[in-house]
């Protein structure tokens, strides 16, 4: 009787995994059509499409006329009934746009109105779904929709990172440097990567009004201090110069080591001596970073603290010292070794580091 239970048992488990295996092969099957089926619409589209862009493209327009005049066939018409198509030609625009320059893009972004393609783009910012909602914006950014810069505006202090950072993109793609004024209300942290993303934005912009990144510096989120640190670096402003030397009294390690950056790069007379003052912060990052400036910008002024950090615990701290005096005393590695005991460890590994590294 239990033989009789068991066999059917697996007879019913091998109907069910060949049930399935069925399945799963009609699903591979589906999707493969859907997935060719995209593809064959997606040449028959750019096919159709080719002709519109070349128009816009090479249209030269005259004082009188406000806009250009595309020629649409029937059949570009009825394609834009449908939304896929419509979402399709919004990714090609902004392409082909990326990769021309002048009046071309120009016209590009007429097109762009002229086919309501931007109302397609805003009803994605006004979407629930966060992806959607990114996309929008940057699609909105990268046509230069500026009509839409106070509905944006709003959403560079999203909670969502991806459609904040975004937003903000779009402000500076939009307005440049004044488009940097989300900085003035936002509440989240700015990235790494969104700040390179920004500086890269205002490569060929300069600042109308630099003053108001002193009023940055004294923002309460740390990563707008640390952006605002480096737009000075960027835009070589002399005018924070004060206010970069109190962000080195910050308790954040992010803040101070950008501060540092920035007084290497510009450094006045005061400098090596306002960094030395903060020997009190217990941190091995910042202390290398300090002893790393001095030995850019320190002069023998600075000995007696190197001096110091000759005998700190620390054997990282030790060699970047080592390394700093011997770049800015006049006797280099030869005053070390006649003050120190140069055969003896960590100080003969250091030596024989500086010594190698100079002759690289």
């Known amino acids: ?37 995209i593809e064959f619409n997606k040449k028959l589209w750019q096919q159709n ?8 493209i090479l249209f030269v327009e005259e004082e009188e006329e406000e806009e250009a005049r595309i020629d649409l066939t029937y059949k570009i018409k009825t394609l834009l009934q449908n939304s896929g ?47 959607v909602k990114a996309k929008g914006l940057q699609e909105l950014g990268e046509m230069e929709q500026s009509k839409y810069l106070k509905e944006i505006f709003w959403l560079t202090n999203d909670e969502n990172e991806l459609v904040r950072n975004e937003a903000q993109c779009a402000m500076v793609s939009f307005s440049g440097f004044l488009g940097l004024s989300f900085l003035n209300v936002t509440e989240y942290p700015m990235s790494e990567w969104q700040q390179v993303q920004l500086l890269n934005r205002l490569n060929d912009i300069k600042p109308e009004n630099s003053n108001v990144i002193k009023k940055w510096l004294q923002s309460s989120n740390e990563s707008v201090v640390v952006f605002s640190l480096k737009l000075a670096a960027f835009y070589n402003c002399n005018n924070v110069y004060n206010d970069v030397i109190t962000c080195l009294h910050s308790s954040s390690l992010r803040v101070k080591i950008t501060a540092l950056e920035y007084l290497k790069q510009r450094p006045q007379d005061d400098t090596p001596e306002q960094i030395i003052k903060q020997d009190h912060f217990e941190s091995k990052v910042y202390n290398l970073a300090v002893i790393d400036v001095l030995k ?37 590695n030869s005053y070390l070794q006649s003050h120190l005991l140069a055969k003896e460890n960590p100080w003969k590994s250091i030596f024989l580091q500086i010594t190698n590294e100079r002759v690289a």
């Not at 019913?12 to 059509?33: D, E, G, K, N, R």
């Not at 499409?49 to 816009?56: E, M, R, S, T, Y």
């Not at 700093?324 to 006797?331: E, K, Q, V």
């Open 1 to 37: 009787m239990l033989l009789v239970i068991n066999f059917h048992l697996f007879v019913i488990i091998i109907y069910v995994f060949l049930a399935l295996l069925f399945l799963l092969l009609i699903s591979i099957l589906c999707f493969t059509i859907y997935k060719k089926r």
């Open 85 to 131: 198509f419509r979402d399709y030609v919004i990714n090609e625009l902004i392409q082909i746009k990326k990769s021309l320059s002048g009046s071309s893009t120009s016209n590009l972004k007429k097109l762009y109105e002229s086919l309501n393609l931007d109302r397609d783009s805003f009803g994605k910012v006004t979407e629930l779904r966060w992806h």
């Open 296 to 332: 850019d910008i320190g002069s023998e002024k600075q000995m007696y603290y190197l001096q110091k950090k000759l005998h700190d615990k620390d054997n990282d701290i030790k060699a970047a010292a080592a390394k700093t005096i011997s770049c800015l005393h006049p006797l280099g």
């Open 49 to 56: 499409l080719a002709g519109v862009i070349n128009q816009a």
